[in-house]
């Protein structure tokens, strides 16, 4: 039943104003729901991604979220370095500066104030 609904992204943040600082700002999500308390709601693409107060932000050491981004993986990575976001490299994986390469995809990492892992995903060029 679950292979033809839509899904989304939820990430744990400590603080609310922090996180709506780099969501907004940083990363330019347009922020479209605030109706509920201790909650933000973005919309990206066809999808949701919220973001909730939790004691429990930045416990996860695995992805959070993940865009598609397509080929233009390279100038969004650019756009982001220009607001000040910092890339994660990782180990195992072939590597040109910030984009890992893992068959015909290009990956690339950053992080959220909290900690939170957030993923591009690109295809090949």
Same mark, same amino acid.
């Given at each position: 039943?679950?292979?033809?609904?839509?899904?989304?992204?939820? &990430?744990?943040?400590?603080?609310? +104003?922090?996180?709506?600082?780099?969501?907004?700002?940083? =990363?330019?999500?347009?922020? !479209?729901? *605030?109706?509920? $308390?201790?909650?933000?709601?973005?919309? *990206?693409? /066809?999808?949701? =991604?919220?973001?909730?107060?939790?004691?429990?932000?930045?416990? /996860?050491?695995?992805? !959070? &979220? *993940?865009?598609?981004?397509?080929? $233009?993986?390279?100038?969004?990575? !650019?756009?982001?370095?220009? #607001?000040?976001?910092?890339f994660e490299?990782?180990?195992?994986? +072939? #590597?040109?500066?910030? &984009?890992?390469?893992c068959g015909?995809? #290009?990956? !690339?990492?950053?992080?959220?104030?909290?900690? /939170?892992?957030?993923?591009? &995903?690109?295809?090949?060029?």
């Amino acid at each position: 039943m679950l292979k033809n609904k839509n899904s989304s992204a939820i &990430v744990a943040v400590k603080d609310l +104003d922090r996180a709506k600082a780099f969501y907004s700002d940083v =990363l330019g999500l347009n922020l !479209a729901d *605030t109706s509920m $308390e201790d909650m933000l709601g973005y919309r *990206t693409g /066809n999808t949701w =991604l919220t973001v909730y107060k939790s004691d429990f932000a930045g416990t /996860n050491q695995a992805n !959070a &979220v *993940t865009w598609d981004v397509g080929v $233009e993986l390279e100038d969004i990575i !650019a756009w982001l370095k220009a #607001r000040g976001v910092a890339f994660e490299h990782y180990d195992g994986m +072939d #590597r040109q500066g910030d &984009v890992h390469h893992c068959g015909t995809l #290009r990956l !690339a990492w950053f992080k959220d104030p909290d900690g /939170n892992i957030l993923h591009l &995903v690109g295809a090949t060029t």
